[in-house]
């Protein structure tokens, strides 16, 4: 089911499944994904008795896309999956995060843990962890690189754009197992891509981050689960452990063969792990 959800600032897109009287569990994208990215978790978990929710969170393909840097600052994203889990009509959530979308689940973790039941993290660490490591660790300045070049005025759009998108496919296809990503999902974020300003937006997600005001160095107490495919090219896996170590009832998985996309890679195991994480009390 595709619906908007009218929030104070922006217009949510909004892809659903199964029960609205059950358990929801609300996915959170990153880049340059959008809802389509949960496809195969949004079937699994209606199926297995649970209401399964992805937003295409502000900036990405049918939600609002503010013009202004400044509209994209983690406060702001946190503030509209804040908005989002109340209009959802639901005690509390179970939120699963990847990438960016990972950030912004850890931050409502850190500052609003009454809305969450529990937490699942895929590929992001803890943003503590990440900010000491893009200081200290060499390795992880160079994967980060392009995070630099985001800063840069119109000249990542225009590569991003150039050749029909072949930069930011090369991106997802290259990173990933080979024919993890069909022609058809192809087709799916092309059309996203697509969309009158989310380029833009969406790389400016990274140029906000330089105005967060918000403490990213506070623990979770939510129960969290944290996947972590050690074949990621961009975020190096010494960074996992200490992340989980940011929580004080968390479970790390490491897949060994899994990238970035081990959702799309492993959506099993993945699946049926969160399920097993959700069983316990």
């Known amino acids: 089911m595709l619906q908007y959800y009218r929030l104070k600032d922006v217009t949510l897109h909004v892809a659903s499944a199964g029960n609205a009287n059950h358990q929801t569990l609300l996915f959170l994208h990153g ?44 406060e702001k994203l946190m ?24 950030v912004v689940a ?18 992001i660490p803890h943003p503590a962890i990440m ?33 029909d998108f072949k930069l930011l496919t090369q991106a997802i296809t290259g990173t990933a197992k080979p024919n993890t990503f069909s022609e058809a999902d192809l087709v799916a974020y092309h059309e996203a891509w697509r969309q009158p300003g989310a380029i833009t937006s969406m790389i400016n997600w990274y140029r906000a981050f330089k105005y967060n005001q918000l403490d990213l160095q506070k623990g979770v107490a939510v129960p969290t689960l944290m996947f972590w495919g050690k074949k990621d090219v961009a975020l190096g896996a010494e960074m996992a452990e200490p992340s989980i170590a940011k929580c004080s ?33």
């Open 31 to 74: 880049f340059p994904e959008h809802w389509y990215g949960w496809q195969k978790q949004l079937s699994f978990f209606a199926d297995h008795g649970f209401y399964a929710v992805a937003p295409d969170q502000r900036g990405y393909n049918l939600s609002s896309k503010p013009e202004a840097v400044e509209e994209y600052t983690l």
């Open 106 to 123: 850890w931050a409502l973790a850190m500052h609003h843990p009454e809305v969450l039941h529990k937490l699942v993290i895929l590929n």
């Open 79 to 102: 503030g509209d999956m804040l908005e989002l889990i109340g209009q959802l009509g639901t005690e509390n959530v179970v939120l699963v995060g990847h990438d960016w979308g990972g």
């Open 131 to 163: 900010l000491h490591h893009l200081k200290t660790n060499p390795k992880q300045m160079l994967r980060s690189w392009y995070a630099g070049f985001f800063q840069v005025p119109v000249l990542p759009e225009k590569a991003a754009e150039a050749l």
């Open 249 to 281: 009832n968390g479970e790390l998985i490491f897949l060994e063969d899994a990238s970035h996309w081990l959702h799309h890679e492993e959506p099993d195991q993945v699946n049926q792990a969160i399920l097993s994480f959700l069983d316990k009390l």
